[in-house]
């Protein structure tokens, strides 16, 4: 689900991408933006080649994570969630607060390992404390609130990825646009998606929100030029921005109501975890230390979590509403 990781960027789950395979190749897609082409060069330092999805993977790796695979960096993202339905205006209906944990591994010929885990809390969106339960304002009902737990979100990239789509084998180059203006630098990522449920509302009446889920991810991450073209540093800072539209969450027992969710945040680069906001870190510290570390290596090939399929290991459907 969320938000920092690279595997949900540029790899997807496995789940994501066999889901996505059941529809064709048009089940996921990247969309294309206007951007830089050719080459950017800070002062003093070599050019990236943007246009080189090597270049362009290896500066992006460098932006999200940390080129050092014994250095695990930490992303921090908080914003509130919105209920988009029919005509009317959207509605806030939940803060949220959390991080992602990342290692990236080289494995040679410009293709790396990524070990990424998630944790995001809930929020009252007017006091910002963390809930435990809340009120949903379209069905009057009190719900337990489910905090964002994927243990494991792994996925390997390379320059040219090749994906079996229902058979078919498609190749696609790593090339998301960098925009440059003086001595900024700005990522832009799109990623538009249509697969079928793994959570079917035959199953889960209450928590699904239908056969389909849709969703779009839009990131943008800004950082310096000469930071990022520096051949002697293997990380740089980012500042940006996150939003997602997506489905119901399946704690929210919203069933399929017409309508979705869209996420706005903002997100940022903290690089160790020392430097988590206080408050977020001694409560994870407190009741979930595991998501303060990036998976080991030993997980590698373990299957991936998401929001729904956590979910779904830890609860049973809700009956359906009389």
Not at 52 to 76: H, M, Q, R, S
Not at 259 to 274: A, C, D, L, Q, T
Not at 300 to 316: A, I, L, Q, R, T
Request: aromatic share 10%; proline share 9%.
């Amino acid at each position: 689900m969320l938000f920092t990781s690279l595997v949900d960027h540029l790899a997807g789950r496995r789940q994501f991408l066999q889901s996505a395979a059941g529809l064709g190749a048009t089940g996921l897609g990247a969309i294309a933006m206007p951007g830089l082409t050719g080459e950017a060069k800070a002062a003093g330092h070599t050019a990236i080649n943007f246009e080189d999805p090597a270049e362009n993977l290896k500066a992006y790796i460098k932006l999200t994570a940390n080129l050092d695979p014994t250095v695990e960096t930490c992303g921090w993202f908080g914003g509130t969630l919105y209920a988009n339905i029919g005509v009317e205006k959207m509605m806030p209906l939940v803060g949220v607060e959390g991080l992602g944990v990342m290692r990236v591994e080289p494995q040679g010929n410009n293709t790396y390992r990524v070990f990424n885990r998630e944790f995001a809390v809930y929020t009252d969106p007017k006091t910002g404390e963390y809930l435990e339960d809340w009120v949903n304002p379209y069905t009057e009902e009190r719900v337990k609130v489910w905090p964002i737990q994927n243990h494991k979100v792994m996925g390997e990239v390379a320059p040219i990825r090749k994906q079996d789509f229902d058979g078919t084998i498609v190749e696609f180059p790593f090339k998301p646009p960098w925009i440059i203006q003086g001595d900024k630098a700005f990522s832009l990522l799109e990623l538009h998606a249509a697969f079928p449920n793994s959570m079917t509302p035959e199953e889960w009446p209450r928590e699904s929100a239908g056969p389909i889920n849709k969703t779009s991810e839009m990131f943008n991450r800004m950082t310096t030029l000469p930071e990022l073209a520096d051949p002697d540093t293997s990380s740089a800072d980012y500042v940006g921005t996150w939003v997602r539209v997506g489905p119901w969450l399946p704690w929210m027992l919203m069933g399929q109501l017409d309508g979705h969710i869209v996420y706005r945040s903002f997100m940022n680069k903290n690089g160790p975890v020392e430097n988590v906001p206080e408050k977020l870190r001694a409560y994870m510290e407190k009741n979930y230390p595991e998501f303060l570390e990036a998976p080991a290596s030993s997980e590698w090939g373990k299957p991936n979590d998401s929001s729904f399929s956590v979910y779904m290991e830890k609860n049973e459907p809700h009956p359906p509403s009389s």
